[in-house]
T-cell receptor, first 115, second 114 residues
């Protein structure tokens, strides 16, 4: 079974600085997809960014980017120019490319942004 | 925008009660999911469904059952609530067959069993 590990339960960053959240995963599959979700205090979980494993180019969405290292099975999230609204729980998730399978989530990282 | 609505934001029930958590989505999604969220444990899948009257067990189905009589509605049932089922419950939906299709989540139900 696939597993997703987020080794940092909590992180903090100064406003306007850059922070990187770590995620590693374990799989024997070659076709899969990776995601980062954000859960602010309002509890509404939203998708931040996604990456196809077959793509070598790292995904980017505005201030959010990933560092996808397929051989190392690492999928870290970089947040640039951090804002107060970035404070949230961040979850890394894995989805198999075969079949209609659910996402597997990591345990999450709580990010605090200091003004 | 896809909307996933969970019927209650907060719920307090007594041990032994039968509890229904309701979830409705309005975008004709085939897949629906129930996750449980606990501090330090992340999101754990309880059950999911990819079609009406179909259900699949997730990682922690014990003590729970589900019902999907209509495509838009997916109910989580606690047959006899216990204190260890005190948790946040998240419902989600997605399109079938599109691996990049994001999960759309409800706002969660925080259930307390006393």
């Amino acid at each position: 079974a696939q597993t997703v590990t987020q080794s940092q339960p909590e992180m903090s960053v100064q406003e306007a600085e850059t922070v990187t959240l770590s995620c590693t995963y374990d799989t024997s599959e070659s076709d899969y997809y990776l995601f980062w979700y954000k859960q602010p205090p309002s509890r509404q979980m939203i998708l931040v960014i996604r990456q196809e494993a077959y793509k070598q180019q790292n995904a980017t969405e505005n201030r959010f980017s990933v560092n996808f290292q397929k051989a190392a099975k690492s999928f870290s999230l970089k947040i640039s120019d951090s804002q107060l609204g970035d404070a949230a729980m961040y979850f890394c998730a894995y989805r198999s490319g075969s079949g209609n399978t659910p996402l597997v989530f990591g345990k999450g990282t709580r990010l605090s942004v200091i003004a | 925008d896809v909307k996933v609505t969970q019927s209650s934001r907060y719920l307090v029930k007594r041990t032994g009660e039968k509890v229904f958590l309701e979830c409705v989505q309005d975008m004709d999604h085939e897949n629906m999911f129930w996750y449980r969220q606990d501090p330090g444990l992340g999101l754990r899948l309880i059950y999911f469904s990819y079609d009406v009257k179909m259900k699949e067990k997730g990682d922690i189905p014990e003590g729970y059952s589900v019902s999907r009589e209509k495509k838009e509605r997916f109910s989580l049932i606690l047959e006899s609530a216990s204190t260890n089922q005190t948790s946040m419950y998240l419902c989600a939906s997605s399109l079938m067959g599109r691996v990049l299709s994001p999960l759309h989540f409800g706002n969660g139900t925080r259930l307390t069993v006393t």
